[in-house]
């Protein structure tokens, strides 16, 4: 019957992309289902329906189910009273597996809303893997990631964006690399191109997937291969939309071109997902108070250090989720410097990665504690090419700007002591959420980012 359906395909990537082969399932089990009869057991848990068979051991699951492939049951462990097991009935064989609850039924990641779904979703899995376990072990290893889908996509925005390029020596440089062969250039050598060409800030970035349920057939846009399961068959970019199998997201590069469609907000956005997605140099926030505090507020006295009013800097969060960089943060709009200052840190303190990132955190304290200052200083260098590149350049005009307010120190009292005061638990944050490391921190933390005003043209 069931196995049989599949029997005479000659390649198993026919098996693989089938779109029957979810029907024939269900249908199987609408077929078997009809064994249980009336059978039922006392004291059944209120989440299982009449699969549930009680306290019985794996050899009368097994003579229950003998000779009806895809049929199942649950039943109640005798070692272990509360512990319940699928007995599932896959390729002449009885398989058991510890089933779990927690408002819905599980045996692995996966969760379902029903008993029915769960072994439905199973036996997709495991017809697949058994029909073509060698085949699903070599997806990986042909890809034709920069032949499809999202790679397409990405060189055809890249395209329109290189055509409206008025540098007659990047068009050379466009025209000739459009003279070679698609398919001798992958697409990680054609991103690297296209970054010297088209601008200087294209910074890598990693995908963000999560775990997805797709509705309806779906294909992997990494290894152009069906997506099977009833649920959570693959996982998504949350930033791009790339849709791929979990084992492929290991193998897809840092390469993440995040849409504006699916970036709701300025504040509180990863900072190379913001700058990326609208393929700017810095984040606009960034750009832009500093602008205006240079152009008004260089002499502000206390600047960054006396507060602004809060309902005022939420405005101007609000302002720039809503209109990103066409927000109007003038003095006709907001005449106190110190709200735009203010708005500048909260910045800074929404971003889910602080500017020096949790994975450098460590070793900057570490080079603070220095005692040597030419040490010191050569240490923290070493640790600032360990940032991201977005997170680099940010800090590096930042830096830029704090040195310029420093010059003003007579009129505004803020020198670089007093703003790394200011700007250290701002700018960096311990990986862990702990008071106490943060308390321990804090001279170190102002210290860095006094080395790092002082010395920003040596360091940057």
């Known amino acids: 019957m069931f196995c049989n359906a599949f029997c005479d395909c000659p390649a198993t990537l026919q098996a693989l992309q089938s779109k029957h082969y979810h029907l ?130 990405l060189r055809e925005k890249v395209s329109r964006r290189l055509s409206r390029t008025k540098n007659e020596s990047r068009k050379a440089s466009v025209t000739s690399e459009e003279n070679t062969p698609v398919e001798k250039i992958t697409s990680l050598v054609r991103r690297a191109a296209l970054t010297q060409n088209d601008n200087h800030f294209n910074y890598e970035k990693a995908h963000n997937f999560k775990v997805h349920t797709f509705r309806g057939p779906h294909w992997c846009e990494y290894c152009a ?50 700058v990326k997605a609208h393929n700017t140099q810095r984040p606009m926030v960034v750009d832009s108070c500093i602008r205006e505090i240079e152009a008004r507020g260089l002499k502000s006295e206390g600047l960054y250090r006396v507060s602004g009013f809060t309902e005022h800097i939420e405005d101007v ?44 955190y460590s070793k900057f304290i570490e080079a603070a504690k220095i005692s040597n200052p030419d040490e010191r200083l050569e240490a923290i260098h070493e640790v600032l090419m360990l940032l991201p590149a977005a ?48 308390l321990n921190d804090m001279r170190y933390q102002k210290l860095i980012v006094q080395i790092l005003i002082e010395n920003e043209d040596v360091l940057f």
């Open 317 to 360: 969060k609000m302002a720039f989720d809503r209109d990103g960089d066409k927000a109007d943060i003038s003095a006709s709009i907001y005449p106190d410097i110190n709200i735009i200052a203010g708005a500048l840190k909260l910045y800074f303190r929404d971003l889910p990665i602080p500017v020096i990132t949790y994975d450098t």
């Open 391 to 438: 997170h680099y350049e940010t800090l590096r005009y930042l830096m830029i700007h704090l040195k310029k307010v420093t010059l003003h120190e007579k009129e505004n009292f803020m020198n670089a002591e007093n703003l790394g005061i200011v700007f250290g638990p701002t700018l960096m944050r311990p990986p862990e959420d702990s008071t106490l490391a943060t």
């Open 24 to 153: 024939l399932i269900v249908e199987m089990l609408k077929n078997t289902s009809l064994q249980y009869g009336n059978h039922t057991v006392e004291n059944r848990p209120k989440y299982y329906g009449r699969e549930f068979h009680g306290i019985i051991s794996r050899e009368q699951a097994d003579e229950i189910l003998a000779g009806v492939e895809g049929a199942y049951i649950l039943r109640e462990s005798q070692r272990q009273p509360g512990c319940y097991t699928l007995a599932l009935r896959f390729g002449n064989q009885t398989l058991n597996y510890r089933l779990f609850y927690d408002g819905k039924h599980f045996v692995g990641e996966k969760r379902f809303e029903s008993i029915h779904d769960l072994v439905t979703d199973g036996l997709i899995t495991l017809y697949i893997e058994t029909k073509a376990s060698e085949y699903i072990s070599k997806m990986t290893t042909n890809p034709i990631y920069e032949h499809i889908g999202y790679a397409t996509l």
């Open 225 to 274: 291969n069906f997506m099977w399961g009833l649920i959570a068959q693959g996982v998504r970019c949350s930033d791009c939309g790339l849709n791929v199998h979990k084992q492929c997201s290991k193998y897809v590069p840092n390469d993440c071109q995040p849409d504006l469609k699916r970036i709701k907000r300025v504040y509180c956005c990863d900072l190379t997902t913001l």
